[in-house]
């Protein structure tokens, strides 16, 4: 046997041992990394895109919603052509359904839009008078790591801009 051959065989034969160490076919896809997270795990921008969402829905029904819009400058272009907040007969209102924003924006582009719109819009509805950003930040201080789900998160959210404790 040739020195080639010699180490095709080789070359082979540790490929077939190695296939069969693993367990896999040659035609096995590679598996998918793991995350290291919960299956479950609800992250922390979900969250603060939640609150602000509600926030803003919220602002737009207390403080008249061509006001609140009018204040978010450039933004409102933004927010409109992606779909979170739509135009109705009556003025705008918060798409609270995420399925039906535009499918071709990346969310961290939503997330400084509804920002911007939190920066230079105030809750006044829940006693003191605070900037929508200021209100987010305070929900997150108290309940980012509090719940296990989405929907437990989304309860909470809902308490919260209803002035309650943010307890679902």
């Known amino acids: 046997m040739t020195r080639t051959n010699r ?4 070359s082979a034969l540790a490929l077939t ?18 995350s290291g997270l919960p299956e479950d795990y609800v992250a922390a921008q979900w969250i603060e895109r939640e609150v602000r969402v509600h926030t803003l829905a919220r602002m737009l029904d207390e403080e008249g919603s061509a006001e609140v819009i009018e204040n978010t ?9 992606w779909g979170v907040v739509v135009e109705e007969e009556d003025g705008y209102a918060v798409e609270l359904d995420k399925d039906a924003w535009d499918d071709n924006i990346h969310l961290a582009k939503v997330d400084g839009a509804l920002g911007n719109a939190m920066n230079r819009n105030d809750v006044t509805w829940c006693g003191e008078t605070v900037t929508g950003e200021d209100f987010v930040d305070v929900y997150m201080d108290e309940h980012q790591d509090s719940f296990d789900t989405q929907d437990e998160y989304t309860a ?9 404790t943010g307890a679902p």
């Open 7 to 10: 180490a095709t065989a080789l």
């Open 156 to 164: 909470s959210v809902v308490d919260y801009v209803g002035c309650g």
């Open 73 to 81: 400058g450039g933004t409102r272009e933004h927010l409109l052509d």
């Open 17 to 34: 041992a190695g296939l069969v160490l693993s367990g896999c076919s040659a035609s096995d896809p590679e598996p998918e990394p793991e």
